[in-house]
Structure formats: structure tokens, C-alpha cells
């Protein structure tokens, strides 16, 4: 079982699978040169690009990441300005300090190779870094792959996953589920909430205080990014120059709170998903929720539905729990990267995330809250990954306003039924990997197709 707390992870933007992935893949690296004691001995790394990371790394900055990995950075800890400072000193040196500590020459222009002609079958988010000796011996040569969401793997796991284990399996959960099903008859069975039976198996892995401090700091992250959102105006970066909305639509509402609230609904979960997703699109900390790119719809959520009550707080976790417990179906039943499955594994899973977990903190029942999951990525099948001049700005950043409001709408719809709905929450996350492997690479995060080919850059 994978835990709520992998897929919840604390980043920087603007990608999970281009930025966060690639930063540890570099980092991990690094990690194993210092390993074998030959980091010393490192002259020269060459980092190669592959698939959907070369098509649309320069836009998502993941040559930034890989060189912010390969310095001794991590995606959770490392502040955005001095990580800026960092890339801008490499840029302009050519040199770079393997983890900190051994330095080296280090060209970006060509020591990263963008390689657009090779796409690889294991997965498309491929990345190949080679590390020479002074003689230019190789000292090292893996092949690794971001899997989305911050997950990463490398070749040897993807090609051997059930002949060699090379992950080390987690302590035994009381509650392991694989299906939906599973988990509505498990909580059936014990008489248990899915946030009940989601924390009994997280107990397994770490003490109860820990898995709670770690959700209310997601949580944390989650609303600071909202509150650094409504007060940043400006243009994103990237060749778009798109133009920051939600500071003045914040300051709109704020200044006219409540004067039409059925109306204003949209506009404060727009708002909220909005914030989040502009902090992504310029570099800034958020939470994979389960992706960057689709990083806005449940901290939008969460903001509208459960900050201003007393038990708050509660509320919070119940609502990441749950969500978490439908992520992760969705991570091992299919896939939640965008160069895998489109914009249906993101924002897709994000809504249905968030339905269900919107749901659980309204009152429904384990049945009920598959049925919101299920709703919520019913009416995002299908839903392409093309993304404008490979910036995750357009349309991504309105995607997760509209997925947010989609989000609401389908716990309100889930409250209403009264028992098993015609569709399956584990039909429709079979359906959606269906519909990924069937879909053209065109409208996988390649900025190949869709609106990246028919919308003008400039």
C-alpha cells in the first residue's frame, strides 16, 4: 500500500513529473556516486532528456531541476530564491557542485541534451544521465523515469517489477485494498469511515502524531500558497507573458463579500484554484494534489468548505485522508501522469479526489463518497494535456478553477443517491487508463496537438 502522505508531497513548481521528478532522479544519482565513493572521482556529467521531458522540459524548467538536483537540492526543503541564485551561479560559472561538496564542470547548453527523437517504451518521461571519470571513463550510467506526481523509478524497476523487488515493501496495513470495492467492504465490514480505515493503515507505517503533524502541514503549504496567490499581481514567466488574475479577483471579492453568494460561489473557488496554480506556473511552493499541474483544485476545495468552521482542522484531514485514499487507487490501478494518461490523470484524478473528500466531510458514506469519486472523473474522461508553448499555464491554470467547481458538484450529486450508481469508481479508473493508452501522444504533454499547435505563442 502507498500512503496518503506519498502523494501529497511539498514541491516547487511548475511540474510534478518535470520539476519534482527530475530533481530527485538527480538528486538520487548524486546520492548513489557518494555511495560507491566515487564522487570524488566525477569529472563530467552528461543528462539526456527523453520523451515528453525533452518536448516540454524547457517550458516546465526541468533543466533547471536536473541541475538543482544534481547541487544537493530537494523538492521539499529547498527555498525558491535561493534555488533561482543557484541556477543563475551555474549558468554563469559553467561549474556546479555535485551535492554541495565536489565541484565540476558544467555546461546546461551542453552538458543537458534535449532528445527529442527518442521516446522511450517504459514510460515517457525518461531521463539518462551518464557521469565520466577524468579519463572519461563512465562511473555510471542509469536510466531513469518520472512517473508523475512526484514519483520516480528507475529502468531496472520499470523492466523487472515482480522478478526483482527493488523497492522496499512497507510494514503490513491492517487494510490493504486494491480496488474500490476492497475499500467500501472493508469499511462495511469493520464499520469504519474511509478516513478511519486510511489512518489505521498509516499507524502501520509511523506513530499517529507524525501522520497527523504531516497533514496539517500539507495543509499549511496548501492555504499559504492560496494566500501568496491572492496577493501576487504581475505576468507569469514564459514567453506568454500571461497576466496574474487572481489578486484582483480576490480583491473584488473581499470587497464585496457575501453581496451575492450563490452567485459568488465559482468566483471563491476560482479564485483559490487560481492562486495555486499561478504560484505554480512561476516556480513557487505547492503540494502535488496528486500532480503540480492540477495542484489548485483541492487546496480550493478545502479553503471554501473547511477553513471557517470550529473543527476545521478535523475537517481538513478527513477530507485529505479520504482524497488520499482515492489517489491512490488511481496511482496503482492506473497512472496520474499527464504524459501517460493526458489531463484526465490530472486534473481528472484531482477532481475526483477532491469530490470524494468534499463528500466524507459533508457526511457521506463510504459508497457515497466513490460515487462523488467517481462522478467527479466521469465527466473529465478523455480530458487532453496540451499545454500552450509547454508552459503549464495555458489552459491549465483555468482547468483547475473549472475542475474545482466540478469537484462541488459532483458531491452534491453523490449525497443525493442511495446506493450503488450504474458506474464504478473502479470501472471509470479502468476506463480512464483505457482511454490514456488509446489517446495520441499528441495530447500527452508533448505540446504536439490541441491547443498548443492552434494558439499563437506570442
Known sequence: MLSVLDLFRVGIGPSSSHTVGPIRIAARVVDALEAAGQISQVHRVEVELQGSLALTGEGHATPKAVMLGLAGFAPETLDPDAADAAVADIRQTRHLNLAGQHQISFDPDKDIILAYDVIPSLHPNGMRIRAYGASDDVLLDETWFSTGGGFIASQRQLEKPLEDDLVQTQAEVPYPYTSAAELIAMCTENTLTIEQLVLANEDALRPRSETVAALDRIAEVMMKCIDRGVSQGGILPGKLKVKRRAAALWEKLANDRGSNEREQLFDWLNVYAMAVNEENASGGQVVTAPTNGAAG??????????????????????????????????????????????????????????????????????????????????????????????????????????????????????????????????????????????????????????????????
Open 297 to 458: 483544485i483541492i487546496p480550493s476545495v478545502i479553503r471554501h468548505y473547511c477553513s471557517d468552521t470550529d473543527d476545521a482542522r478535523q475537517r481538513t484531514r478527513r477530507f485529505l485522508l479520504t482524497a488520499g485514499a482515492i489517489g491512490i487507487l488511481y496511482k496503482q490501478r492506473a497512472s496520474i501522469s499527464g504524459a501517460e494518461m493526458g489531463c484526465q490523470g490530472e486534473v481528472g484524478v484531482a477532481c475526483s479526489m477532491a469530490a470524494g473528500g468534499l463528500a466524507a466531510v459533508w457526511g457521506a458514506n463510504p459508497q457515497q463518497v466513490a460515487n462523488a469519486a467517481e462522478i467527479g472523473m466521469e465527466h473529465n474522461l478523455g480530458l487532453t494535456c496540451d499545454p500552450v508553448g509547454g508552459l503549464v499555464q495555458i489552459p491549465c491554470i483555468e482547468r483547475n478553477a473549472i475542475g474545482a467547481v466540478k469537484a462541488v458538484n459532483a458531491a452534491r450529486l453523490a449525497l443525493h443517491s442511495t446506493g450503488h450508481s450504474h458506474v464504478s469508481l473502479d470501472q471509470v479508473i479502468e476506463t480512464m487508463r483505457q482511454t490514456g493508452l488509446d489517446m495520441s501522444s499528441k495530447y500527452k504533454e508533448t505540446s504536439q496537438g490541441g491547443l498548443a499547435v492552434n494558439v499563437v505563442e506570442c
